[in-house]
C-alpha cells in the first residue's frame, strides 16, 4: 500500500471516530480540572450513558420501542453486587461484570423472543419490557432474603481487577471515571462499528420500512432480536458499573424513572446518532445536579415536555434538522465496495420499485 | 408497584398464625376450598375483573379505532381518582364526583387529542406511545408537585356491608361492581345500538371506507379519545376508596390493561371483558393462594405464552366476518366470483 493510501485511510478513520477523540479528549480535560465530587457525577453519568445507548440502538437505530430499558440496568446491579459477594475468594470482579452481561443477553432474548414474529402486535414489545421492569422492581423490594428487599444491598465492593502479579485494586471512587471513560469510548466505538456494519444497515432499513427488508428477504425478526440482545448486554453492563461506582443496588434502579430518562437522554441527543445521546447524558446529569433541590418534579416535567416536543417535532431526533448535510455521506459504497442502498429515506427504493407495480410512464 | 385492587382487600391473610412456608400455602390452599372464603374470593376476582375491563375499554375503544397506543391512560385514571379526592375534600357529593370526574377526563382527553394525538396519526408508528408515555409522567410528577407523593384518602360513602358465611363483602365494593357491570354494558349496547357505534365500528374496520362514506373520522377519533379517557376517569374515581391513591398509581394500570389488550387482542369490543377476565380473574385468584408479586409474575408467563399461541390475540378478529386474507400480489379477477377474487 502506498503511503499516500495510508495516510488517506489514517484520515478516513480518524474521521469516522472524530466524536470518540473529541469526546476522549474533552474527558481528559474534565478530568484534570474536576474535583472529587465532580468526577464521581460525571462517572455516573458517563455509566448511564450506556444505558442511552442501549435505548438509542433500538429505538434510533431499528425502530423498536424497549419502554423499561432500567430492568437490564437495575439486573446488572443486582447481578454484580451478588456475584462479589457470593464469590468473595479471589478476585470475582471479571466475573461480577461478565454474568451481569449474560444474564442481560438472556433475559433480553426471552422477553423478546415471542415480540417480533410478524402477526405480534408491535405494542407488545413496548409492554412487555415495561412490565418486566415493574415487577422486577415489585421482586426484588419483596424479595428480602435475597435481594434485601427494598433496603436493597448496600456496601457492594469497588471492583478489584488483579491479576496474579498486578495489583489492579480500586480504592477510591475517583479512580471510577478512568474505567468508564474507558468503558463509554469503547462502548460507543462498538456500537459505531455495528451501526455502519452491513448489519447496521440492515436495521436502520427495518427502522424505515420494514416491510421492504423482508420482502428482500432479510431476517427482521433476527435482527430486532440480536439488537434486543445486545442492548440488553450495555443495559446490564451500565447496571453493574453503576452498582460498583454507589455502592448500592436498590429496586428504584428498575423503576420508570430511569426508563423515562433513558428515553430523554436519547431525545435530546438525537435518536440515530451515538454520540447525541451520550453527550446529553453528560450534560442532564452534570445540569440535574446543580438544580438539584431546586424541584426534582419539575425538573422530570421539563425533561417529560422536552421529550414530547422532541417526539411531535423532531421525528428524527435533533440529528434529523442536519440530515440534508450529511444524506451525501451515508449514502457510501461500504468497504467491501457493494453497494447498499441509502441509510436515510426512502428515497432510491421508491424509484428503484416503481417498474413493479406497473404504474409508471 | 404494579398492585391492582388485590393488594387492599387482600391485605388480611387468609390465615392469621404464621406456619412453616410450604405448610401455609398448602393450609391457604384448603383454606379456599371453605365455602365462605371460596365465595369471598370469588366476589373479590369479579369485582377485580370488572374495575379492570372497565379501564382495558377505554383503552380498547381508544387503540381499537384510533391505533393510538395511550400510556397516559393510567395517569387519566389517576387523574380520576386525584378529581374524586379533590372535590370530596370540598364537601361535593361523591355521586355527583363519580359524574364529574368522567366529564373532566372525558374534556381533557378531547384536549390532549387534539394538542398532541392528531399530530401524530400521519406517522402509523409508535409515535403516540411515546409522545403519551412523556405525557403521562409529566401527569403524575405534575400531580405529586401539587399534592405530594402520599397517599390521599378516599373514604367510601356507604360503611358496612353484609355478612354472608362468616365474610363481611363491603356495600361500596359490591355497589361499584354493579356500576361497573351496568357502565360496560353501556359501553357495549352504545357501540351495538347506536348509530355512533355503527359509525364507529365502521371507523375501526376501515377508516378510509368510512370516511368515504361520510363518516367525519377525525370527529369520531375525538369522540373516541373523549369516551376512553372518561371510563378511565370513571374508574379511577370509582376505585379510589379501596387502592390508594398516589401519583404514580395508574402506571400499575396501564400496564395490566395493556395486557388485557394484548391477550385478547384488538377487534372486538367485548373482547376487552374476556381480556379482563383471564388477566383479572388469574390475577385476584392467584393472589388469594399466594402473594401479588407471583401474581403478576405468573400473569407475564401466561401472556408471553398465549402470544406465542396467539400472536394476534384469543379474541382477533371477532368483529369481521370472515377472516382477513393475505393480499393477493394478483390483481383480482372480477369474473370469477362476486366478490373480486376472495371466496
Same mark, same amino acid.
Given at each position: 500500500?502506498?503511503?499516500?493510501?495510508?495516510?488517506?485511510?489514517?484520515?478516513?478513520?480518524?474521521?469516522?471516530?472524530?466524536? /470518540?477523540?473529541?469526546?476522549?479528549?474533552?474527558?481528559?480535560?474534565?478530568?484534570?480540572?474536576?474535583?472529587?465530587?465532580?468526577?464521581?457525577?460525571?462517572?455516573?453519568?458517563?455509566?448511564?450513558?450506556?444505558?442511552?445507548?442501549?435505548?438509542?440502538?433500538?429505538?434510533?437505530?431499528?425502530?423498536?420501542?424497549?419502554?423499561?430499558?432500567? /430492568?437490564?440496568?437495575?439486573?446488572?446491579?443486582?447481578?454484580?453486587?451478588?456475584?462479589?459477594?457470593?464469590?468473595?475468594?479471589?478476585?470475582?470482579?471479571?466475573?461480577?461484570?461478565?454474568?451481569?452481561?449474560?444474564?442481560?443477553?438472556?433475559?433480553?432474548?426471552?422477553?423478546?423472543?415471542?415480540?417480533?414474529?410478524?402477526?405480534?402486535?408491535?405494542?407488545?414489545?413496548?409492554?412487555?419490557?415495561?412490565?418486566?421492569?415493574?415487577?422486577?422492581?415489585?421482586?426484588?423490594?419483596?424479595?428480602?432474603?435475597?435481594?434485601?428487599?427494598?433496603?436493597?444491598?448496600?456496601?457492594?465492593?469497588?471492583?478489584?481487577?488483579?491479576?496474579?502479579?498486578?495489583?489492579?485494586?480500586?480504592?477510591?471512587?475517583?479512580?471510577?471515571?478512568?474505567?468508564?471513560?474507558?468503558?463509554?469510548?469503547?462502548?460507543?466505538?462498538?456500537?459505531?462499528?455495528?451501526?455502519?456494519?452491513?448489519?447496521?444497515?440492515?436495521?436502520?432499513?427495518?427502522?424505515?420500512?420494514?416491510?421492504?427488508?423482508?420482502?428482500?428477504?432479510?431476517?427482521? /425478526?433476527?435482527?430486532?432480536?440480536?439488537?434486543?440482545?445486545?442492548?440488553?448486554?450495555?443495559?446490564?453492563?451500565?447496571?453493574?458499573?453503576?452498582?460498583? &461506582?454507589?455502592?448500592?443496588?436498590?429496586?428504584?434502579?428498575?423503576?420508570?424513572?430511569?426508563?423515562?430518562?433513558?428515553?430523554?437522554?436519547?431525545?435530546?441527543?438525537?435518536?440515530?446518532?451515538?454520540?447525541?445521546?451520550?453527550?446529553?447524558?453528560? /450534560?442532564?446529569?452534570?445540569?440535574?445536579?446543580?438544580?438539584?433541590?431546586?424541584?426534582?418534579?419539575?425538573?422530570?416535567?421539563?425533561?417529560?415536555?422536552?421529550?414530547?416536543?422532541?417526539?411531535?417535532?423532531?421525528?428524527?431526533?435533533?440529528?434529523?434538522?442536519?440530515?440534508?448535510?450529511?444524506?451525501?455521506?451515508?449514502?457510501?459504497?461500504?468497504?467491501?465496495?457493494?453497494?447498499?442502498?441509502?441509510?436515510?429515506?426512502?428515497?432510491? &427504493?421508491?424509484?428503484?420499485?416503481?417498474?413493479?407495480?406497473?404504474?409508471?410512464? | 408497584?404494579?398492585?391492582?385492587?388485590?393488594?387492599?382487600?387482600?391485605?388480611?391473610?387468609?390465615?392469621?398464625?404464621?406456619?412453616?412456608?410450604?405448610?401455609?400455602?398448602?393450609?391457604?390452599?384448603?383454606?379456599?376450598?371453605?365455602?365462605?372464603?371460596?365465595?369471598?374470593?370469588?366476589?373479590?376476582?369479579?369485582?377485580?375483573?370488572?374495575?379492570?375491563?372497565?379501564?382495558?375499554?377505554?383503552?380498547?375503544?381508544?387503540?381499537?379505532?384510533?391505533?393510538?397506543?395511550?400510556?397516559?391512560?393510567?395517569?387519566?385514571?389517576?387523574?380520576?381518582?386525584?378529581?374524586?379526592?379533590?372535590?370530596?375534600?370540598?364537601?361535593?357529593?361523591?355521586?355527583?364526583?363519580?359524574?364529574?370526574?368522567?366529564?373532566?377526563?372525558?374534556?381533557?382527553?378531547?384536549?390532549?387529542?387534539?394538542?398532541?394525538?392528531?399530530?401524530?396519526?400521519?406517522?402509523?408508528?409508535?409515535?403516540?406511545?411515546?409522545?403519551?408515555?412523556?405525557?403521562?409522567?409529566?401527569?403524575?410528577?405534575?400531580?405529586?408537585?401539587?399534592?405530594?407523593?402520599?397517599?390521599?384518602?378516599?373514604?367510601?360513602?356507604?360503611?358496612?356491608?353484609?355478612?354472608?358465611?362468616?365474610?363481611?363483602?363491603?356495600?361500596?365494593?359490591?355497589?361499584?361492581?354493579?356500576?361497573?357491570?351496568?357502565?360496560?354494558?353501556?359501553?357495549?349496547?352504545?357501540?351495538?345500538?347506536?348509530?355512533?357505534?355503527?359509525?364507529?365500528?365502521?371507523?375501526?374496520?376501515?377508516?378510509?371506507?368510512?370516511?368515504?362514506?361520510?363518516?367525519?373520522?377525525?370527529?369520531?377519533?375525538?369522540?373516541?379519545?373523549?369516551?376512553?379517557?372518561?371510563?378511565?376517569?370513571?374508574?379511577?374515581? &370509582?376505585?379510589?376508596?379501596?387502592?390508594?391513591?398516589?401519583?404514580?398509581?395508574?402506571?400499575?394500570?396501564?400496564?395490566?390493561?395493556?395486557?388485557?389488550?394484548?391477550?385478547?387482542?384488538?377487534?372486538?369490543?367485548?373482547?376487552?371483558?374476556?381480556?379482563?377476565?383471564?388477566?383479572?380473574?388469574?390475577?385476584?385468584?392467584?393472589?388469594?393462594?399466594?402473594?401479588?408479586?407471583?401474581?403478576?409474575?405468573?400473569? &407475564?408467563?401466561?401472556?408471553?405464552?398465549?402470544?406465542?399461541?396467539?400472536?394476534?390475540?384469543?379474541?382477533?378478529?371477532?368483529?369481521?366476518?370472515?377472516?382477513?386474507?393475505?393480499?393477493?400480489?394478483?390483481?383480482?379477477?372480477?369474473?370469477?366470483?362476486?366478490?373480486?377474487?376472495?371466496?
Amino acid at each position: 500500500m502506498t503511503a499516500a493510501g495510508m495516510w488517506e485511510r489514517a484520515a478516513g478513520l480518524l474521521w469516522t471516530t472524530r466524536w /470518540a477523540v473529541l469526546l476522549t479528549v474533552g474527558l481528559l480535560l474534565y478530568g484534570r480540572f474536576a474535583d472529587p465530587f465532580e468526577l464521581f457525577i460525571i462517572s455516573s453519568a458517563l455509566v448511564l450513558s450506556l444505558l442511552a445507548l442501549s435505548v438509542d440502538l433500538q429505538w434510533g437505530y431499528t425502530g423498536i420501542l424497549n419502554l423499561g430499558p432500567a /430492568a437490564y440496568l437495575g439486573l446488572g446491579a443486582y447481578t454484580y453486587a451478588l456475584a462479589q459477594r457470593k464469590f468473595s475468594t479471589g478476585s470475582p470482579t471479571y466475573l461480577a461484570f461478565a454474568l451481569p452481561m449474560v444474564l442481560g443477553v438472556v433475559l433480553a432474548v426471552a422477553v423478546a423472543f415471542p415480540a417480533f414474529r410478524a402477526r405480534t402486535l408491535p405494542i407488545y414489545y413496548a409492554l412487555i419490557t415495561l412490565a418486566v421492569s415493574l415487577i422486577l422492581q415489585r421482586w426484588t423490594s419483596v424479595s428480602y432474603d435475597l435481594t434485601g428487599g427494598s433496603n436493597g444491598i448496600t456496601g457492594i465492593p469497588l471492583p478489584d481487577f488483579s491479576l496474579p502479579g498486578l495489583d489492579l485494586r480500586m480504592t477510591n471512587p475517583e479512580q471510577f471515571f478512568p474505567l468508564s471513560a474507558a468503558v463509554v469510548i469503547t462502548a460507543y466505538l462498538g456500537c459505531l462499528w455495528l451501526v455502519s456494519s452491513r448489519f447496521g444497515r440492515v436495521l436502520v432499513a427495518i427502522r424505515d420500512d420494514e416491510e421492504k427488508v423482508a420482502t428482500l428477504g432479510y431476517s427482521v /425478526a433476527g435482527a430486532k432480536l440480536v439488537v434486543a440482545a445486545i442492548a440488553g448486554a450495555l443495559g446490564a453492563l451500565a447496571g453493574a458499573l453503576y452498582a460498583a &461506582l454507589i455502592g448500592t443496588a436498590h429496586p428504584s434502579l428498575f423503576g420508570i424513572a430511569f426508563s423515562v430518562q433513558a428515553y430523554v437522554w436519547v431525545a435530546v441527543g438525537g435518536q440515530g446518532t451515538l454520540i447525541g445521546p451520550i453527550v446529553a447524558t453528560l /450534560a442532564l446529569k452534570l445540569l440535574e445536579n446543580r438544580l438539584r433541590g431546586v424541584s426534582a418534579d419539575g425538573y422530570v416535567m421539563i425533561l417529560a415536555v422536552v421529550f414530547i416536543l422532541v417526539v411531535i417535532f423532531l421525528p428524527k431526533g435533533f440529528a434529523g434538522l442536519f440530515e440534508s448535510v450529511t444524506k451525501m455521506k451515508s449514502i457510501r459504497p461500504n468497504r467491501r465496495g457493494e453497494d447498499i442502498w441509502p441509510t436515510t429515506g426512502g428515497g432510491d &427504493l421508491a424509484l428503484r420499485d416503481r417498474p413493479l407495480d406497473g404504474s409508471h410512464d | 408497584m404494579f398492585g391492582g385492587l388485590g393488594d387492599n382487600i387482600h391485605s388480611p391473610p387468609l390465615l392469621s398464625f404464621k406456619m412453616e412456608e410450604g405448610v401455609r400455602h398448602t393450609v391457604n390452599l384448603l383454606a379456599v376450598v371453605n365455602t365462605g372464603l371460596l365465595l369471598k374470593q370469588v366476589f373479590n376476582a369479579v369485582s377485580s375483573v370488572t374495575l379492570l375491563a372497565l379501564v382495558a375499554m377505554g383503552l380498547f375503544i381508544i387503540f381499537g379505532m384510533m391505533k393510538v397506543i395511550n400510556m397516559a391512560h393510567g395517569e387519566f385514571f389517576m387523574l380520576g381518582a386525584y378529581t374524586m379526592w379533590w372535590l370530596l375534600e370540598r364537601g361535593v357529593n361523591f355521586w355527583l364526583n363519580l359524574v364529574a370526574a368522567a366529564v373532566v377526563l372525558g374534556v381533557f382527553g378531547v384536549v390532549v387529542e387534539r394538542t398532541i394525538i392528531q399530530r401524530l396519526y400521519a406517522r402509523g408508528d409508535l409515535s403516540t406511545l411515546l409522545a403519551t408515555f412523556g405525557l403521562g409522567i409529566l401527569l403524575q410528577r405534575g400531580v405529586a408537585m401539587m399534592f405530594g407523593d402520599r397517599p390521599q384518602f378516599v373514604s367510601s360513602p356507604i360503611s358496612g356491608g353484609p355478612t354472608i358465611l362468616g365474610n363481611t363483602y363491603p356495600t361500596y365494593q359490591i355497589v361499584a361492581t354493579i356500576l361497573a357491570i351496568v357502565t360496560i354494558v353501556a359501553v357495549v349496547l352504545l357501540f351495538l345500538r347506536t348509530d355512533f357505534g355503527l359509525r364507529a365500528r365502521a371507523t375501526i374496520v376501515n377508516p378510509a371506507m368510512a370516511a368515504a362514506l361520510g363518516v367525519d373520522t377525525s370527529r369520531m377519533n375525538a369522540l373516541s379519545f373523549a369516551l376512553g379517557s372518561a371510563l378511565a376517569g370513571f374508574a379511577g374515581a &370509582l376505585a379510589s376508596p379501596f387502592v390508594s391513591v398516589v401519583p404514580a398509581m395508574g402506571l400499575d394500570w396501564v400496564v395490566r390493561s395493556f395486557l388485557v389488550v394484548i391477550v385478547a387482542g384488538v377487534g372486538s369490543i367485548g373482547a376487552a371483558i374476556g381480556g379482563a377476565a383471564i388477566v383479572g380473574g388469574w390475577e385476584a385468584g392467584f393472589t388469594a393462594i399466594r402473594d401479588a408479586t407471583y401474581a403478576q409474575i405468573t400473569v &407475564l408467563v401466561i401472556v408471553w405464552v398465549l402470544v406465542l399461541l396467539r400472536p394476534r390475540g384469543l379474541f382477533a378478529g371477532k368483529l369481521r366476518r370472515r377472516p382477513r386474507l393475505p393480499v393477493s400480489p394478483f390483481p383480482p379477477s372480477p369474473g370469477l366470483t362476486g366478490e373480486g377474487g376472495r371466496e
